[in-house]
């Protein structure tokens, strides 16, 4: 999921059209060029509370519940969303990817 906020219309707008771009060309959904690995992204709008920028919060938004924190001992690499195993980045992390890469 990529989960942005209500509030950033254009920036929905324009991640929607990335994404199909990149299921056009076979990097996006089912069977990515011709390798049996599917993957997909889903884009999330959330109701722009500033809570859900912190993980547990976030991950209760994408779960259709209010916004709000878990208990800190609850560790989401353990229990996260949907109560299973998740990783979750913010846009810096994954912006930093190609530099820590080269």
Excluded at 23 to 32: A, C, Y
Excluded at 70 to 92: D, F
């Amino acid at each position: 999921y990529i989960y942005v906020r209500n509030e950033y219309p254009l920036a929905v707008t324009n991640l929607g059209k990335a994404i199909e771009v990149a299921r056009e060309h076979g990097l996006l959904g089912k069977n990515i060029l011709n390798s049996g690995f599917d993957f997909d992204i889903s884009i999330s709008k959330g109701a722009g509370a500033f809570v859900c920028g912190e993980s547990t919060a976030l991950m209760a938004s994408l779960e259709g519940a209010a916004g709000e924190p878990r208990a800190k001992y609850i560790h989401t690499v353990e229990h996260g969303l949907w109560n299973r195993p998740s990783n979750l980045n913010n846009v810096e992390t994954w912006a930093n990817i190609p530099v820590i890469l080269s």
